[in-house]
């Protein structure tokens, strides 16, 4: 059973839409994170957060933490083929000794 | 520093056999972590080193792995007598302790036991 849920799995939009992704968990987390990952490369991070409640802006990506420390979201804003890939959440239960990641969701954004 | 270096980025080998991959990180990252990938699944913890100490081994990580870093540098994972459950991607990431920057990941090294 994965720590972290993450929905949708999959997700083929067309360039210029908007989307969101969420991570869940009944775990509180001390951080969470996001990467995004090609294809037969490791994942790069995006954000991380830390403060419940709190929300980060990167360009066209907006992320979010629960007042609660329990999930999060991932909005994009007009996607672009470039946002193509797999996002990974990820939290730190402790002082960021381990991060449990959930299973991703693919996006495939369409020109 | 170009990041954090896996070799081999692929190896096939056949089911029986040891394999060893290596990694070095980020040279002042005291952490160093190794992770497995499945297909279609997110990275699942195997073993963390903070410098050469190992502070914590998965129950995933049977006794046929073994994981390594002499001198707090570069790391070793070995499989011994390698099984077909054991493909997939094996990424390593290195980080500072507390430092809430998050991982910096390899490339992997994909195997592949036929």
């Known amino acids: 059973t994965q720590l972290l849920e993450q929905s949708p799995q999959f997700l083929s939009i067309q360039e210029g839409e908007n989307l969101t992704v969420y991570c869940n968990s009944s775990?509180?987390?001390?951080?969470l994170q996001w990467y995004r990952q090609e294809p037969g490369e490791g994942p790069v991070l995006l954000v991380t957060?830390?403060?419940?409640?709190e929300v980060k802006k990167l360009k066209r990506l907006t992320f979010q933490f629960g007042d609660a420390r329990k999930d999060s979201s991932l909005h994009i804003t007009a996607a672009q083929p470039g946002d193509t890939g797999l996002y990974l959440c990820?939290?730190?239960?402790?002082?960021?000794?381990?991060?449990?990641f959930g299973s991703g969701t693919k996006l495939n954004v369409k020109p | 520093d170009t990041g954090v270096s896996q070799d081999p980025r692929h190896k096939i080998t056949k089911r029986g056999q040891n394999v060893t991959f290596r990694c070095d990180p980020i040279?002042?990252?005291?952490?160093l972590y190794w992770y497995r990938q499945t297909l279609g699944q997110g990275p699942e913890f195997l073993t963390y080193?903070?410098?050469?100490?190992?502070?914590?081994k998965s129950r995933l990580l049977s006794d046929r792995f073994s994981a390594e870093r002499p001198k707090g540098s570069f790391s070793t994972l070995e499989i011994q007598r390698t099984e077909q459950g054991d493909s997939a991607m094996y990424l390593c990431?290195?980080?500072?302790?507390?430092?809430?920057?998050?991982?910096?990941f390899g490339s992997g090294t994909r195997l592949t036991v036929v």
């Open positions: 990431a290195s980080s500072l302790t507390g430092s809430g920057y998050g991982y910096t």
């Open positions: 775990s509180v987390f001390s951080s």
């Open positions: 957060v830390v403060t419940g409640g």
């Open positions: 990820a939290g730190a239960k402790d002082n960021f000794n381990k991060f449990y």
């Open positions: 040279s002042e990252h005291n952490r």
């Open positions: 080193f903070q410098n050469e100490a190992q502070l914590e």
